[in-house]
């Protein structure tokens, strides 16, 4: 019998590297990780929102921004947008065919310290856009760099 102990795995023990971090109102922080645009003309952003604080963080409605088509589908970040000031052009989150946004949905309210996986899905800017301004309404705005 060996004395050999197992090294300890070190498989995700540290968090994906952050590529923005936005603090919103009562202690939510949206942290996103990862822009991905792969072929088929979309990108999608994914990361954490997480309530920082010692109560129950109840998301805001405003989240999901007030066009009727995605206000109907209750609540989500429907209301993100990315903005290319050099290409002049807004992106909203993209919809289904039946309105839905292509978002985290069902997003009501946070315990403490919880934390929840969201995603959102936005058309994808031209090849040559290497940077946007993420919005999303009652939180700080971010530049993330985009893949190519």
Avoid: C, W
């Amino acid at each position: 019998m060996s004395s050999h102990t197992p090294a300890p795995t070190t498989q995700q023990t540290t968090p994906p590297k952050a590529l923005a971090q936005l603090h919103g109102q009562d202690s939510l922080v949206l942290t996103i990780t990862s822009a991905e645009q792969p072929e088929g003309g979309f990108l999608t952003l994914r990361g954490t929102l997480k309530n920082t604080g010692k109560g129950t963080a109840v998301v805001p409605a405003a989240l999901r921004g007030n066009e009727r088509e995605i206000v109907k589908n209750g609540q989500s970040l429907g209301g993100a947008s990315l903005v290319d000031f050099r290409g002049r052009k807004r992106y909203y989150v993209l919809r289904d065919t039946e309105g839905r946004p292509l978002t985290t949905t069902g997003l009501n309210s946070l315990k403490p310290a919880e934390s929840v996986p969201v995603f959102m899905q936005f058309p994808a800017p031209p090849a040559s856009t290497r940077q946007v301004d993420f919005y999303l309404p009652q939180f700080e705005s971010a530049t993330l760099p985009l893949p190519r």
